[in-house]
C-alpha cells in the first residue's frame, strides 16, 4: 500500500539527517581521523556529530554493510581494518562495474547531471593543484553519488557502494608515499569528462585507465610497507 503524504513527510527529516551522519562518518574513517582498528561509541557520535541517536545508529548499519565499521553484538563498533590482499581482490571487481556504470552514465545521465559532471573535474583539477586531499576526497565521494545515480541501474550503483568506501580509504592511507595527486585527479576528471560529454567508450576507456593507476597504486602500497 502506498504511504500517505503525511507519513512520507514525516519520515524524510530522519531520511535526510541519516544522510548527513552517513556523510560525516564515512569522510572521518575514509580520511583516517577515525583510524582503521579504533573503537566508537554510538553516544559519543551523537554527541560528536550533534545528530539524534537513530540516524547515528542508521548510518552506522550503512557503514557497516559497506565493510567500513564491524558492528559486533555485546562487544561494540570498531572501525574495519585495511587488508591489502582484500583491496587487490576487491579491485577485480570494482574494475568490471565501474567501467559498465561509466558507460551506461555517459549514455542516461540528465542534462543537469552533465553539468555536474564538469563542476567535478574542474573541482578535482583544482584540489589537486592546491594538494587539497581532503577536498579532493569529497569530490571523489560526489562524483561515485553522481555516476550511481547518472548510470540509472539500481544493481549497479548497489555493487559500487559496497567498494567506493574501501578503495577512497585505502588510497587516503598510502597516496603520501606513493602516488601522485595531480595525476590521480587527472584521470578521475577525464572519467567526468567523458561523462558529461556523452561519450559512452570513451568513459569506459577512462574509466580503464584510472583502474589501471589503481591497481598499479595499490601494489607499490605493498611494496612501499615496511618489512614487518
Not at 572521518?28 to 550533534?50: C, D, F, K, N, Y
Not at 561509466?102 to 563542476?119: G, H, I, M, N
Not at 553522481?146 to 567498494?163: F, I, K, P, Q, W
Not at 574509466?207 to 602500497?221: C, G, N, Q
Request: charged content about 25%.
Amino acid at each position: 500500500m502506498a504511504k500517505s503524504a503525511l507519513t512520507q513527510a514525516k519520515e524524510q527529516p530522519v531520511r535526510s539527517l541519516t544522510d548527513t551522519a552517513y556523510a560525516q562518518l564515512e569522510e572521518r574513517i575514509v580520511t583516517l581521523q577515525l583510524p582503521p582498528g579504533s573503537a566508537l561509541s554510538e553516544g559519543a557520535l551523537v554527541s560528536a556529530l550533534g545528530i539524534g541517536r537513530t540516524p547515528v545508529r542508521e548510518a552506522l548499519q550503512q557503514l557497516a554493510r559497506e565493510g567500513l565499521v564491524k558492528i559486533m553484538p555485546r562487544r561494540g563498533i570498531v572501525v574495519s581494518e585495511i587488508n591489502v590482499q582484500h583491496q587487490l581482490d576487491l579491485l577485480l571487481l570494482r574494475r568490471e562495474v565501474e567501467r559498465l556504470m561509466t558507460r551506461l552514465a555517459a549514455a542516461r545521465a540528465l542534462p543537469d547531471e552533465r553539468r555536474q559532471f564538469r563542476r567535478i573535474a574542474t573541482g578535482m583539477r583544482d584540489a589537486a593543484k592546491a594538494s587539497d586531499d581532503v577536498q579532493f576526497m569529497r569530490f571523489d565521494s560526489e562524483l561515485n553519488t553522481l555516476l550511481a545515480a547518472g548510470c540509472r541501474n539500481e544493481y549497479v550503483r548497489r555493487a559500487m557502494s559496497l567498494m567506493a568506501g574501501l578503495s577512497r580509504r585505502f588510497w587516503y592511507q598510502h597516496y603520501k608515499e606513493v602516488s601522485d595527486l595531480p595525476l590521480c585527479a587527472r584521470l578521475h576528471a577525464d572519467v567526468a569528462d567523458a561523462v558529461h560529454a556523452g561519450d559512452a567508450d570513451e568513459a569506459a576507456t577512462a574509466s580503464d585507465r584510472l583502474m589501471d593507476y589503481v591497481e598499479t597504486f595499490t601494489r607499490a602500497s605493498v611494496d612501499a610497507a615496511p618489512p614487518v
